[in-house]
């Protein structure tokens, strides 16, 4: 059976109709953000800003990033809680839309990273290629030269109860061959207005929860040892 999901990194994007931002108000916005998330660094960019906390051990890499047309919220690093990221996704769009004059975000996309290690197998690359995919190494050798199965790529579309959908990757993570690497970026086409900000955690929370109770025990199911028939 997989390990627990260890969540590496959490994007959270909203876009909205083009609009140019004021440097002075971007300016008024991370003085803001810098009491109440944390932030320390401004960097002004083209028709925006970035925002940013230097990654530490514990609290791990944050980035605000401002766009013409969307804002992108990033944590990454350090110990993640999808609790903690929505907390501070709230209040940075609840300044952001009042001190920017965003009246409101068009659709929502999360993107979960995590991290799993397979319980019945050597590596990561053995469980995606000679159990999920059941591609001998016999198989492999007309390729001519050594090969590894590294990953694959599943798409969930909506259906007529559920408007979100899915794009998952997942792979052996390079800094570690025995781990999978995960991501879901799940998309959600609803609006989100200045009453409505916690339907943006809702999006996190899908993604997150759509990773660790669906995709995580549909890989489960073939984390079993192979026996001596099995190629």
């Known amino acids: 059976m997989l390990s627990e999901p260890r969540t590496i990194a959490l994007i959270t994007e909203l876009i909205h109709i083009p609009t140019q931002h004021s440097a002075n108000r971007l300016r008024d916005l991370y003085t803001r953000l810098c009491t109440e998330c944390d932030f320390e660094n401004f960097i002004r960019t083209p028709g925006g800003a970035r925002i940013e ?10 980035r605000l990033v401002y766009l013409p047309d969307r804002l992108q919220f990033v944590e990454e690093g350090g110990f993640i809680t999808i609790d903690d990221h929505c907390r501070r996704l709230e209040v940075i769009l609840e300044r952001s839309m009042e001190m920017l004059r965003i009246p409101i975000f068009l659709m929502v996309q999360s993107t979960v990273r995590s991290l799993v290690t397979p319980g019945a197998f050597k590596s990561a690359a ?7 995919m059941n591609i001998a190494a016999s198989d492999l050798s007309a390729l001519g030269r050594p090969t590894n199965v590294f990953g694959f790529k599943l798409a969930v ?10 794009n998952i990757r997942v792979e052996v993570y390079a800094r570690d061959p025995k781990s999978l690497y995960l991501e879901n970026i799940g998309t959600f086409r609803y609006q989100v207005g200045r009453g409505e900000i916690s339907r943006a955690s809702e999006a996190v929370k899908e993604t997150a929860s759509f990773l660790s109770d669906r995709l995580c025990p549909f890989l489960s199911l073939f984390d079993t ?6 190629p």
């Not at 053995?126 to 999920?132: H, V």
């Not at 909506?158 to 979100?164: H, L």
């Not at 040892?225 to 099995?230: C, I, K, N, S, V």
């Open 53 to 62: 906390r230097p990654a530490s051990e514990e609290a791990g890499l944050a």
């Open 126 to 132: 053995e469980f995606i290629g000679r159990r999920l």
């Open 157 to 166: 579309p909506p259906v007529p109860s559920r408007a979100d959908s899915y």
């Open 225 to 230: 040892p192979l026996d001596d028939t099995e």
